[in-house]
């Protein structure tokens, strides 16, 4: 065997044991972190209610917009039908099925980056790449949770590789990959944060000639195919019904910053920006090693680099100036790019001619004690972590004080193991206000007439007379006021504790007037 082969050979076992071992931690990690969330429980109740009945809507999202005509051909159906394929296995609503759901598209996710990055450079910059976004904070949270954002951001990547495994200008190969891209929007609307980025790298790569493209134009039609198709599902059938529940559900809280053209808005976006940015790396190692990289692709200024550097800004900008509220949820669309600019940086030094100066010691030294550091403390982040018992915890404290055929309003976290029991989402009160602007808390409860009503601290920072200054506040927020006295006239607390994850939790039983 040639020398040449041993070596590839050697970097194939390699890689495939790394990555192996990364699989392996995700799997071990998949229900500890992070804890169950809200949301993902309501997506679980989402597609349980689609593959009993057929149709995109589960329990937890009725009470307010199934009063309205084909209430559910509103919900994005995409992700729904395709994480039902792993839930269809359990014989009730199942966390675990949804989280491996999530993982899957996950991995996806990764072969369409490494697919991107290998085009980009070479075999050992995709490897490195894909390695550590498998270890970054943004991953880990995405790949885990059931929530849609995971399939957002691989139908938006896989958009991405498209666009670059494309060398002939294929036109059926660039109309898939705008209509990955609506499809991304399908899944969450802010997958289309992908867009702007290959739209600035067919400017970048064709210049004024984009306008003969026909791979650009092919790219267009597939994204506005995908858009139509959106609509046909979920707008034309009803158009009255998805405009006044998504004005129920959404109204500000999604508007992109650049589409308020509130100056204020648009700047403090990027101050939302830099803000998330220090919250999924806050060891700070891969985001210095990040700005050297984009210091060395200006220096540089090969083809690559500048490639790289228009696909990093252009991702950057978009995210920021497309994306009003910057979750961790939503991190995955751009934070490759940060792994991306960290490694081109890291591969410099690595594999630069060796010249045995103290330079040479001193730069692999501290570069690769900096990733180093990063991984293990990404490594010990996801180990250490495991907010599953506190779940367990918290659900059997509720579940105690819950009756045979209860009816329940709370947190949706607590729907999993009280699915056959009527149970409304605590934000029903605020959609019935939204519903009816004139109506009190009082009305809304009689409204529902729960037997049961659960309070956590997810519920609890929305409960405020006055809310705080974001959007999800001013949208979502109880009267603090309204809600206490309801309670202190007609529930009683029922047994209360507190918890590592959820706070302290409450549960009220009402009673009602005969």
Known sequence: MSPLKIVMKRDAVITSVLFLSLLALHLWTLMRFPAPFVDEVWYT????????????????????????????????????????????FSSAPSLLAMRLASLFFGLVFLGALYATAVRLADRRFAVWTVGLVTLSASFLQVAHIARTDIESATFGYLALALYFN???????????????????????PHGVVLGPPIVALYLWHERWA????RAFWAFAAGGIAGLLLFGFLHILPNPDTYFKTMALNYASTHIPPLLTG??????????????????????????????????????????????????????????????????AFYSLLSSPMIEMMAVLFAMRLFYQPWWGGWRDYMGRLV???????????????????????SYQAAQQGVNQAVREGDRIIGPQTYWLELYDHPYYPWEALVYYHHYDPDSTLAEAMEQFKP?????????????????????????????????????????????EFENGVYGPVKVYRITWPE
């Open 262 to 327: 509130d100056p204020a808005i648009i700047l403090q976006a990027f101050s939302n920006m830099r803000d998330a940015l220090l919250r999924d790396y806050r060891a700070m190692t891969l985001l210095i090693l990040a700005a050297a990289g984009v210091g060395l692709a200006i220096t540089r200024r090969s083809d690559m680099d500048k490639t790289l550097l228009v696909l990093v800004i252009a991702t950057f900008l978009s995210h920021t100036l497309l994306v009003r509220n910057k979750f």
């Open 451 to 495: 037997d049961i009503f659960v309070m956590d601290v997810s519920a609890q920072e929305f409960i405020q007379d006055i809310p705080a200054n974001s959007p999800y506040a001013d949208q979502l927020h109880l009267s603090q006021t309204e809600l206490e006295a309801f309670l202190a006239k007609q529930a009683t607390v029922v047994t």
């Open 45 to 88: 109740s989402r597609t349980w209610g689609y593959i009993q009945t057929g149709r995109v809507f589960g329990d937890l999202d009725r009470g307010i917009f199934d009063y309205y005509e084909g209430y559910w051909t509103v919900l994005p159906g995409l992700p729904i039908f395709l994480r039902s394929f792993f839930l269809r």
């Open 210 to 213: 984009i306008f003969r493209s």
């Open 367 to 389: 570069t690769g004690a900096m990733v180093g550091f990063h991984c293990l403390a990404m490594i010990a982040f996801a180990s250490l972590i495991n907010g599953y018992p």
């Open 166 to 188: 494309n060398p002939g200008s294929k036109v059926w190969v660039a109309f898939l990959s705008g209509l990955c891209l609506g499809l991304a929007y399908h899944c969450h």
